[in-house]
């Protein structure tokens, strides 16, 4: 059974970058692609990107010049880093799996807050 | 990219049917048949219920359909159950080869 943990800050600071991190168990990262996602408080997702089992990522466009996604094969983990942080980047951060054009396995999520 | 257009919420008894529309345009919903669905209840992570418009993930129950019509698709829960209350989410692939979320869909069991 795969499963996938992300950890990372709760608190960051407007103008910072936020680094996350998801730990992938029960299956190989690098024969999948992965995914982020994200909720603001209240609202609905936000599809962030992804990265394929080759390392190539495609970006929202709307976050593209912020965000990047990489994969560590050998600690079997996924990695967000979204720069300059405000307010509006409050979320609950999603890792997913990417798999047949579903996500289909998902992290229980992390709360980032953008505060000073 | 937009966000795609599904109802805030909807409502149905017991036993009941209901649908949920989700609305893109031809760059979107209307050019693949890559949409799917999510269910979220409070406090969880979304669920995978319905991939390539109408395909089932193992294990979801067949109460949950999909369909597509041009720019919309639907999602269509028969012998509505209590624990089917929840928030839907569609996502369609784009032309940009990104992908896009619907708004979310409160559904309420009456």
């Known amino acids: 059974q795969v499963q996938l943990q992300e950890s990372g800050p709760g608190l960051v600071k407007p103008s910072e970058t936020l680094s996350l991190s998801c730990a992938v168990s029960?299956?190989?990262?690098?024969?999948?692609?992965w995914t982020w996602i994200r909720q603001a408080p209240g609202k609905g997702l936000e599809w962030i990107g992804y990265?394929?089992?080759?390392?190539?990522?495609t970006y929202n466009p709307s976050l593209k010049s912020r965000v990047i996604i990489l994969v560590d094969t050998s600690k079997n983990q996924v990695s967000l880093r979204l720069g300059s942080m405000t307010a509006a980047d409050t979320a609950v951060y999603y890792c997913?799996?990417?798999?047949?054009?579903?996500?289909?396995?998902w992290g229980q999520g992390t709360l980032v807050t953008v505060s000073s | 990219q937009s966000a795609l257009t599904q109802p805030a919420s909807v409502s149905g008894s017991p036993g009941q049917s209901i649908t949920i529309s989700c609305t893109g345009t031809?760059?979107?919903?209307?050019?693949?048949?890559?949409v799917s669905w999510y269910q979220q209840h409070p406090g969880k992570a979304p669920k995978l219920m319905i991939y390539?418009?109408?395909k089932w993930p193992s294990g979801v129950s067949t109460r949950f359909s999909g369909s597509k019509s041009g720019n919309t698709a639907s999602l269509t829960i028969s012998g509505l159950q209590a624990e089917d209350e929840a928030d839907y989410y569609c996502?369609?692939?784009?032309?940009?080869?990104?992908?896009?979320f619907g708004g979310g869909t409160k559904l309420t069991v009456l």
């Open positions: 996502i369609s692939y784009t032309t940009s080869y990104t992908w896009v």
């Open positions: 390539d418009v109408s």
């Open positions: 031809s760059s979107d919903v209307g050019g693949y048949n890559y």
């Open positions: 990265i394929s089992n080759t390392a190539t990522t």
């Open positions: 997913a799996r990417y798999y047949s054009r579903g996500f289909d396995y």
């Open positions: 029960g299956g190989s990262i690098s024969s999948f692609w």
